[in-house]
């Protein structure tokens, strides 16, 4: 177990509030050193969550947590203190959706990343700062020792979301949890960054988590997928299975949803209605609702979860049988 | 009920016949003053919208692509009218705006949807008072009556939300209540500005299908907006191109699938995420970002990012013209002109 | 039959549909300090209303024998000030006038601040400048300063202390008005309105007012305790109500002398206008969060 990089074990996470939010709903999940993995799903599924819990960012006193995560043997939840903080940004680090917001504005982005550096690797301040140096010219930004001394607002978004990056990897992280960083992002930037952090990934040998909700996004950073639905993970295995043979009605809905190859002005194959709104834990297939396969056993209680191959799950009733594309 | 639907639709009537585009848009042009200092001068212009020309056919979905700071959201509130034009013609259906046309008028043939829907909506309203309300302000009768239809008709059960605010209802809910408030005018040309992109992938396909069905059941023009190709090319007739104020190119929808003939079109495209594990992209088909639209680059405002930039590019602006095989493929670029003195012009160049 | 598949089935809230001012009420209700405090003020206010017929003493008729009594005195349950007048009465009957010019200017330049702001956050351009550096004139002197100078020039009296200090609240409440209302503004379904062609007047009514008043409304009330406060400070410097009116203020300076002899009965007013701008200010912050819709 501890030579796994990830280990997520029955993780429930409900907010309690005026109204409980069912966020995670006994959520298992492993990866290996060094892999990619996508958290695929639609706003609320609990992708974010689980990242924040990871961080271990969630607000205590309104979140109750049952299960457990290990990061590397390390038990994420019996974190506190100096630990905690050790363990964010040293083992562990993530990179926001807006480098806007994630950054701060009074600073410069040099002493941004050699202050982490510095907390984290007890280094002097001139090492540190060659540090961020060296940060700054791995994630390519051109004239990178005149950038140290730039403000935040001074750079544009796609330099912003790279000096993000840069802070994010100067410690070197084991694990890099990225919360849709390239979806405030233009096209053209996007690709930029996701050709970027697939090359850091292979240099630095560290693990991804990439939350995204765009199918094509994930297809091009990681090697496996886990799709989320109602704060549960209903599918996962290998990018190829997925997008070639992806057997849970949902995941199949997104994939039409993506519009890829649809003939122009033909019907799309839409999934009816919206998510389940999480109000209490689920107690039968969350997806049955808006599911065009849907069959009495559904209705009963969860679905089982189905492993057609290593690694490989769906939970759903009628994952043994491919289903033929329409 | 779809039939008493198109009873209560009363458009402008069609004055130019079918063969006089619904829009024509000529030299567009928007600039915004950058303020600033202590006594708040103008240090600079924003060139938002530089010199765009385009029509809309009726019936047709003409697709608005770019990247942000490209000027697409500003030319949509040109359009209505929202943000004043600093210079340009705006012909609906063969009448100048500002002579046979006024603003009102055209607000009644043209109308809008936002791309986010919880503030486009007075959060203070019911949702039947905001459909409603347009309709009455252009003196229709029953403004209430044709809301209801409306909402019956995008999707929402009248009896059950008519009277919800709009927090109380989901992104996908409140989108069907924007198209309804748009509706209600009874418009003949709708502008979709990035109207599905902030929803969630299987609420969008919903939202598609509705766009698709009214269109087809009130005879309606659309202009979609979006900077996701895959559903621009999906719902669209045609796809103009813009790149910081200008537009770069404007094509039937397989013309430019099949062959993008400006380098910034084929870059975008070729920014499209790959969908194919075994294929993934392996160079990014531009670096850096776009150019700040404040001090935009001489000549082709593309150069300064452009694999075939020569002299002439930094020089002379490109002028919008048909491609020689296919007069309705327009593309502003040198290399596709002959006289334009580029080295490679008029060859075929390597995607 | 495209209607069967494009009819959302999305789950609705269950929640049965609630006007706005309703669950501002429904949320006022759940909060006891503040229905405490709006208690206390109400109380304040109709026993000032009502005071005429509540069989109090009269509050002008004096005794030289019986002055400075103290508090608990049979008859004179708070005790008689320093011309022997009966303090309970004077108290209840000082209330009226106290709580008048401590409300009315707050009132009236909630209105004219308000419409001042609406249109120059609204129209924006030449409007807003000439209007807004007009109020920022008035930021330049202290607000104290000002009532008392524009007080002192106009001469005392109930009336001129009420011009004075609607004068001294207009420019905060326009300057709110006006950020809140440019706020609104920028939002889309101002923008959303104007494109079904409205006028600006229609899309200031409709669009506008309803969604900035609240904030507007919550900042005026926080501004009452203050006028109460400056209220009485003009009656305490004698340029505000004359004596013998009761008067919180007024009385307050007026038993400034018997501090030594009886302190707790000349610090009396001072205890009611603690109370009521304390109570004030909390209403208002319960207002604040009542009035808040996305919470």
Known sequence: ?326 | MSATDVETYEPLPDTGGPAQPLLMVRNLRKYFPVRGGILGRTQAMVQAVDGVSFEVKKGETLGIVGESGCGKSTTAKLLIGLTPKDEGEIIFDGIDLGEGLSLKQLRKGVQMVFQDSYATLNPRMTIEASVAFGARVQGLDDPEGRARRLMERVGLDPNRFAHRYPHELSGGQRQRVNIARALAMSPRLVVLDEAVSALDKSVEAQVLNLLSDLRREFGLTYIFISHDLNVVRYISDRILVMYLGEVVEVAPVDSIWAEQAHPYTRSLFSAMPAMDPDHRTKEPPLSGDPPNPINPPSGCRFHTRCRFASEVCKTTPPRLAGLARNAQHLVACHLHDAASGHPKAGQEVAA | MTLVETTAVEPAPAQKPQGYWAGVGARLVRDPLTMICAGVVLALILAAVFAPWLGLADPYKGSMIARLKPIGTTGHLLGTDEQGRDMFARLIYGGRLTLFIGLMPVVLAFFIGSALGIVAGFVGGLTNTIIMRTVDVFFAFPSVLLAIAISGALGAGIVNSLVSLTIVFIPPITRVAEAVTSGVRALDYIDAARATGASALTVIRVHVIGNVLSPIFVYATSLTSVCMILAAGLSFLGIGVRPPEPEWGLMLNTLRSAIYINPWLSALPGMMIFVTSLCLNLLSDGLRSAMNVRD
């Not at chain 1, 609990?46 to 590397?72: C, F, Q, W």
């Not at chain 1, 550096?117 to 940060?135: E, F, P, T």
């Not at chain 1, 992280?173 to 960083?181: G, H, N, V, Y």
């Not at chain 1, 053209?188 to 765009?214: A, N, P, S, Y």
């Open chain 1, 1 to 326: 177990m501890s030579d796994k990089l990830l280990d997520i074990r029955n993780l429930t996470i409900r907010f309690r509030g005026k109204r409980t939010v069912h966020a995670i709903n006994d959520v298992s999940l492993s990866m290996e050193q060094g892999e990619t993995l996508a958290l695929l799903g639609e706003s609320g599924s609990g992708k974010s969550v689980t990242l924040k819990a990871l961080l271990g960012l969630l607000p205590p006193k309104r979140t109750d947590i049952e299960g457990s995560m290990h990061v590397n043997g390390t038990d994420v939840l019996s974190l506190s203190g100096k630990a905690l903080q050790r363990y964010r940004g040293g083992e562990v680090s993530m990179v926001f959706q807006e480098p806007a917001l994630a950054l701060d504005p009074v600073y410069t982005v040099g002493h941004q990343i050699a202050e982490a550096v510095m907390r984290h690797k007890g280094v002097s301040k001139s090492d540190a700062m060659s540090v961020a140096h060296d940060m700054l010219e791995r994630v390519r930004i051109p004239s990178a020792r005149r950038r140290l001394s730039n403000y935040p607002h001074e750079l544009s978004g796609g330099m912003r979301q790279r000096v993000m990056i840069a802070l994010a990897l100067a410690c070197r992280p084991k694990l890099l949890l990225a919360d849709e960083p390239t979806t405030a992002l233009d096209a053209t930037v996007q690709i930029q960054i996701l050709l970027l952090l697939r090359e850091l990934q292979k240099d630095f040998g560290m693990g991804v988590i990439f939350v995204t909700h765009d199918i094509g996004v994930a297809v091009e950073i990681s090697e496996r997928v886990a799709v989320m639905y109602a704060g549960q993970i209903v599918e996962e295995g290998t990018t190829r299975e997925i997008i070639r043979d992806g057997r849970h009605p949902y995941t199949r809905g997104l994939l039409a949803a993506n519009l890829h190859d649809v003939a122009r002005g033909e019907r799309l194959n839409a999934i009816p209605g919206a998510p389940p709104a999480l109000e209490t834990r689920p107690e039968n297939c969350s997806f049955a609702p808006r599911c065009p396969l849907v069959e009495p056993a559904c209705r009963a209680g969860l679905p089982p979860m189905r492993t057609p191959a290593p690694r490989r799950r769906v939970a759903c009733v009628r994952a043994e049988t491919p289903i033929a594309a329409e």
